[in-house]
């Protein structure tokens, strides 16, 4: 298996602009997670998904923050407008269970907004 | 609301063992897992330990649970240069269901 697939690896875009993230999770796998990491808060959740479907989205934060799941292999994080703030690594991961069984992540998406 | 602490760094020396301790204010009674990253990567899942047992063995690495102290260890006998890498434990919150990650213990490894 190809593991979690994410695009871009890098972005860099300027202050105001619309950014998307992509993430293609691991075939057969029933959650889809996405994480924001920093230096200073670490590593937190943003939402995640059961079956393309919402169930948690208390950690995005902002209105500015919208993700989706139109179908079992591909989901987005949309960040509109970005700001200066909002720059990190954006980790999604997938797995069969909510935490029974071990998340597996994606290698990321460096996010730098100017 | 639940808690998981972790040390920020850890320097070793080359073939010494090391130890790297996490402690939690809750957990459910499911698995506990200690990931790894590497610079530039995803996290990787590195061992995991169920929360019924005390201790799980797994080559080089030997994972500890106390759940009476609610603390978890993970130790790395031989450490070599290429396990250099921050380590995260992560705990399942048995309020909420979600896998609560801890701050991350950069390992150092000096040859």
């Known amino acids: 298996d190809a593991g979690v697939i994410q695009s871009p690896r890098h972005e860099v875009t300027e202050m105001g602009q619309e950014v998307t993230l992509r993430c293609k999770p691991i075939?057969?796998?029933?959650?889809l997670f996405w994480y924001r990491q920093t230096m200073m808060r670490g590593l937190e959740l943003l939402i995640y998904f059961n079956n393309n479907v919402p169930i948690d989205d208390s950690g995005m934060p902002e209105d500015r923050f919208s993700a989706k799941m139109p179908n079992a292999s591909f989901s987005t994080l949309k960040i509109q407008p970005s700001e200066p703030r909002d720059s990190a690594v954006y980790f999604c991961a997938s797995s069969w269970d909510r935490v029974r069984t071990p998340l597996h992540f994606g290698n990321g998406t460096r996010l730098t907004v100017t | 609301g639940e808690d998981v602490e972790q040390s920020l760094f850890l320097s070793v020396r080359e073939g010494d063992s090391s130890v790297i301790n996490c402690t939690y204010t809750?957990?459910?009674?499911?698995?506990l897992y200690w990931y790894k990253q590497e610079p530039g990567a995803g996290l990787q899942l590195l061992t995991y330990i169920f929360s019924n047992m005390d201790m799980k063995q797994d080559q080089r690495l030997t994972v500890l649970l106390n759940k009476k102290d609610k603390h978890l260890s993970l130790r790395i006998a031989d450490t070599q240069t290429g396990d250099s890498a921050i380590y995260f434990c992560?705990?399942?919150?048995?309020?909420?269901?979600?896998?609560?990650f801890g701050q991350g213990t950069t390992l150092q490894v000096k040859p």
């Open positions: 075939s057969g796998h029933d959650y």
């Open positions: 992560a705990v399942p919150s048995s309020n909420t269901g979600k896998l609560i």
């Open positions: 809750d957990s459910s009674s499911t698995y």
